[in-house]
Nanobody
Framework: QVQLVESGGGLVHVGGSLRLSCTAT????????MGWYRQAPENGRELVAT???????NYVDSVKGRFTISRNNARDAGYLQMNNLRPEDTAVYYC?????????????????WGRGTQVTVSS
């Protein structure tokens, strides 16, 4: 299994900004489609945004115009820029990626997750 790791969460006031980052723990891994999910207390996990290898993006309606998902293919890293944050954005944010580990004569595919990073927006 391939693990992803998130960073960049924290505590901000309403209207503030945060930038989340996501990378793989292995340097030989490629991340294809990437996505950010979030889970607030007592809620299910919600898809926030996705981006494919070519940079095509999709967002849940509640974050359109405020959040921007991006990626750096050379670094196999993904980002979620979150602006104009609201209290309802408070959640644990998870990175998800369709990852590929390649060796000289093999290729393995995984659905990989990070352990999450807490985002708290205070009013």
């Amino acid at each position: 299994q391939v693990q992803l790791v998130e960073s960049g969460g924290g505590l901000v006031h309403v209207g503030g900004s945060l930038r989340l980052s996501c990378t793989a723990t292995e340097s030989t891994v490629t991340i294809n489609e990437m996505g950010w999910y979030r889970q607030a207390p007592e809620n299910g996990r919600e898809l926030v945004a996705t981006i494919d290898w070519n940079g095509n993006t999709n967002y849940v309606d509640s974050v359109k115009g405020r959040f921007t998902i991006s990626r750096n293919n050379a670094r196999d890293a993904g980002y979620l820029q979150m602006n104009n944050l609201r209290p309802e954005d408070t959640a644990v944010y998870y990175c998800n990626g369709k990852t590929v580990r390649r060796g000289r004569d093999y290729e393995e595919h995984f659905d990989s997750w990070g352990r999450g990073t807490q985002v708290t927006v205070s009013s």
